[in-house]
């Protein structure tokens, strides 16, 4: 600070050079004194975006967690284990410690002022820089509290210290007065800050209280010896699912975070990869909890001195490393060749985790602190995790066989789709172009293949790890498809769902219809049991009807039928394709007293793909429809499609339930 007072006082050029060089007021003028050197906190105000990332939500929260962070830091250091965060109308943010308090007694260095003040109105000023009074901080910087209290329209500071009570407060950086000591106090201590966010800066933006929640829940996670008090006024919540109150304490850790998170999905191993390891010399350590989903995104969290670091960094790294050279180790091991294929994105796309480091010492990028930089970090959480992993593969060799098989899976079909991409230009040619979400099945030709038309990615997710990869193709198809019967030639040409089912059966479509390409010897139509499905199932007939009608007069067109309830008791368990079917089953196949446990899939993308598998893919156990349109009713049913599709969309869902029941008849299966 002194430096820069000085810089501030550097000679001015002589008046009479200037003037010789530009004459006076023009535009053009420029020089040392146009040189402004930003003193105290002005910087911060003048130029919010250096130091919390800009001033808009994410940067109005940055604040709470600059505050919050301070607290867990106390917390971490082993000096609080209770913080109490607390929101008011008004914007009014509280967070409370019970550690040691802010030191309050003058400064060495500015002998006027309490170390309190010169914390909050200096930047750069902490006591995180030498590794003393904080071991593994999450601050580093020194100037976090000193940045919110520039940025607040008034912050008021409470320091509970040797029995004693001391307040101060402070208005866009500005002491109000000089510390005052309050008087004695018993049972407390600590650091109290409550503050209001400058309007000037923040316009109306407010603080989420959803998202304060969910800040302090997952500080809660990442340090179990906290307890942390989560009060909100009970308008700012008024019909959210966010508590107006919450106790948040969590002696699981990462594990009972994990789970939380991944509530309700399905994973592809029986028990997640979860622990904790310190790292050699006291250089701090490591806590994670992983699972790898079967279905949809996963996601990866990842934390450092707790705080959320959103884009990774040589932690996140050194956790990949460990991940991809662990599986690659046990598919050697297993003299499984194809995993050596295997890389960090097929096995981080589905996986689901929270790695928590602490460091000593972290570096950042920048003070929002989004990616952790410390190159240690990498070597010290692989060398750590490494070991760890490989004795979670081979304590259970059925759990790591099934997530070595999903690995693989997804490595090939990342592979296959690159190869897609690059045979048009390898063989002009064989012109063999297959859509990128195909799941293709590995026998080539009609002969017992099969490809499955699933509605979403959900289902296709599902449908792709029931099916038989030999003679089962899956192909997911988004959202309803085009109407095709009032549709325009060209229109339909250009929906991307229809090209690539063109694409994937091979044969063309229209006048360009060739039967002799054809990649598949059934198409089967799998859509969820209702009425969204029926619709997309009747959208897909029509399609077929008219655009390949062949396929449909050879017989290749079916209806996959999955069920809607699962009935269950005592070891037994059967599906049910509709209401009238489940009361059928429940008379049927259970005894009159027996407490038989009903549950409804909503769609297929909730189905264990084990149930998908058995009910409605296996050809030994399913039931398709064929869909058959005699020769003599074409006219007429060419009528019925064009009146159905093309103006009445309400009836819909009746032409295919109509059809399917008749069709029902003809239910086939070879
Ligand atoms: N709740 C608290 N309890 C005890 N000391 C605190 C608390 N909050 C802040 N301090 C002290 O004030 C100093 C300055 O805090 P500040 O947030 O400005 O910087 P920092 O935490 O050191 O680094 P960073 O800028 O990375 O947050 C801290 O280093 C710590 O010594
Ligand atoms: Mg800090
Ligand atoms: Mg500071």
């Not at 995790?385 to 690995?407: Q, S, T």
């Not at 059967?574 to 038989?596: G, H, I, S």
Request: glycine residues 8%; neutral net charge; contains cysteine.
């Amino acid at each position: 600070m002194n430096d820069l007072f000085k810089a501030s006082r550097a000679p001015k050029p002589p008046a009479k050079a200037a003037a010789a060089v530009t004459p006076a007021a023009a535009p053009s003028e420029y020089s040392a004194k146009d040189i402004e050197v930003l003193e105290g906190l002005e910087p911060v105000r003048r130029r919010p975006g250096m130091y919390i990332g800009g001033t808009d939500e994410n940067a109005l929260h940055h604040l709470a967690s600059e505050i919050l962070d301070n607290a867990m830091d106390e917390a971490v250091a082993g000096h609080a284990d209770r913080i109490d965060v607390t929101l008011e109308a008004g914007n009014w943010l509280t967070v409370r410690d019970n550690g040691r308090g802010i030191p309050v007694d003058p400064h060495p260095r500015f002998p006027k002022l309490s170390a309190l003040e010169v914390i909050l109105t200096t930047l750069h000023s902490g006591g995180k820089f030498s590794g003393k009074a904080y071991e593994t901080s999450g601050g580093l910087h020194g100037v976090g509290s000193s940045v919110v209290n520039a940025l607040a329209e008034r912050l008021e500071v409470e320091v509970a210290r040797d029995r004693t009570l001391f307040a101060h407060a402070f208005e866009r950086g500005k002491p109000m007065q000089k510390l005052k000591t309050v008087g004695p106090v018993h049972n407390r201590r600590g650091t109290q800050i409550r503050f209001k966010p400058d309007q000037e800066i923040f316009g109306n933006q407010a603080f989420s209280p959803a998202r304060l929640h969910r800040l302090c829940r997952s500080k809660a996670y990442l340090f179990r010896g906290v307890e942390i008090r989560w009060a909100c006024d009970a308008e700012l919540v008024a019909g959210t699912e966010t508590p107006a109150q919450a106790v948040l304490h969590f002696p699981g850790g990462l594990s009972d975070f994990l789970a939380a998170s991944t509530e309700g999905r399905s994973p592809v191993v029986s028990s997640p990869w979860a622990g904790e390891a310190t790292f050699p010399e006291g250089a701090g350590r490591v806590e994670w909890a992983v699972t790898w989903l079967e279905q949809g995104d996963g996601f990866l969290s990842t934390y450092a001195n707790t705080i959320p670091t959103p884009q990774g960094g040589t932690h996140e790294a050194g956790l990949r490393a460990a991940l991809v050279k662990g599986l690659r180790a046990y598919g050697e091991l297993k003299k499984e060749r194809r995993a050596a294929n295997v890389t960090a994105e097929d096995l981080l796309g589905g996986l689901a985790g929270m790695l928590s480091v602490f460091v000593r010492d972290p570096q950042f990028q920048g003070q929002t602190k989004d990616r952790l930089t410390s190159q240690d970090a990498a070597r010290l959480v692989e060398a750590a995790l490494r070991d760890n992993f490989d004795h979670w593969l081979a304590g259970d060799p059925g759990r790591a066989d099934n997530l070595l098989a999903w690995c693989i899976e997804r490595a090939e079909d990342r592979i296959r789709r690159r190869e897609q991409k690059e045979t048009p230009r390898k063989s002009a040619t064989r012109k063999l172009r297959l859509p990128g979400k195909l799941a293709d099945c590995s026998r080539e030709g009609v002969d017992g293949t099969e490809l499955f038309l699933v509605e979403g990615d959900s289902a296709g997710g599902s449908a792709k790890q029931a099916r038989d990869r030999e003679t089962q193709a899956v192909l997911p198809l988004r959202g309803k498809i085009l109407n095709v019967a009032s549709a325009s030639a060209d229109k339909l040409r250009q929906n991307q769902e229809l090209r690539d089912l063109i694409e994937a059966l091979g044969c063309g479509a229209g006048d360009r219809f060739e039967i002799g390409r054809l990649r598949y010897g059934r198409i089967v139509i799998m859509t969820d049991a209702d009425v969204d499905g029926a619709h997309i199932a009747a959208l897909l007939m029509t399609f077929f009807y008219k655009e390949l009608p062949e396929l449909v007069r050879q017989g290749r067109l079916f209806l996959a039928q999955p069920p809607l309830f699962r009935l269950q008791a005592q070891g037994k368990t059967v599906y049910a394709r509709d209401d009238a079917d489940r009361e059928r089953l429940l008379k049927k196949e259970f005894k009159a007293n027996q407490k038989v446990d009903v549950s409804r899939f909503k769609g297929l993308g909730e189905m264990p793909p084990a149930s998908l598998k058995e009910t409605t893919m296996d050809p030994k156990r399913r039931t398709l429809l064929r869909v058959v349109l005699p020769t003599s009713q074409i006219a007429e049913t060419s009528n019925l499609i064009e009146a159905l599709m093309g103006r009445r969309p309400e009836l819909r869902f009746r032409f295919i339930q109509d059809n399917a029941a008749k069709l029902d008849e003809e239910a086939v299966d070879a």
